[in-house]
């Protein structure tokens, strides 16, 4: 797998990500639209960054930026109650990472891509207490037809697909719930 952690996208994607966290801490009310798109920003970067001479991927550069210039707006709108020096020193980031700079340690993050997967899918996002056995996820996820993703400390997981494949996927992994209600 080609995962450039130092293409341009995937630093800004990690920039705002970044801002998105210090906002939440001040701000509880941040829309759900904006961690949405940031959230799917991030999967069709990874997508894109799978193979990106493949035509297919390549078409998406357009709607990444437009996912990652609507969410930076929106922050930098959020962050002005902080003051302009606040959004100033974020902007610097921002043009930083634009550039190919890594401004924050990037955290490699598991994805797993299904060749000839449309990028025009839907997801699902579910939190579990502990983590979980990654390598069930990934076969369920293949058999499934659906692309799985881990958050850096494997509780956090995106389900990737189109709506009956990750139906699908869910039941397959209802152990996994159960597993976790059990332990609560």
Avoid at 30 to 54: C, G, H, S, V, W
Avoid at 88 to 93: N, S
């Amino acid at each position: 797998m080609v995962n450039d952690m130092k293409d341009p996208l995937y630093l800004r994607w990690g920039v705002l990500d970044h801002l998105l966290k210090e906002l939440k801490k001040k701000y509880e009310d941040i829309p759900k639209e904006m961690i949405r798109d940031l959230q799917y920003a991030r999967a069709l970067t990874n997508f894109y960054l799978e193979d990106p001479t493949e035509p297919d991927r390549a078409k998406e550069i357009g709607r990444i930026d437009s996912l990652l210039n609507t969410v930076e707006r929106n922050l930098l709108a959020l962050a002005s109650n902080e003051g302009e020096e606040y959004v100033k020193e974020w902007e610097q980031k921002l043009l930083e990472a634009s550039q190919g700079k890594e401004v924050f340690k990037s955290v490699n993050i598991q994805s797993k891509f299904i060749p000839g997967m449309p990028a025009n899918f839907d997801f699902i996002r579910f939190n579990f207490r502990e983590p979980i056995q990654e390598e069930r996820f990934i076969e369920i996820c293949e058999y499934e037809n659906v692309i799985i993703e881990f958050d850096d400390n494997d509780t956090s997981v995106f389900v990737f697909g189109e709506k009956p494949n990750i139906k699908s996927a869910l039941k397959e992994m209802s152990p996994f719930f159960s597993e976790q209600l059990q332990e609560a």
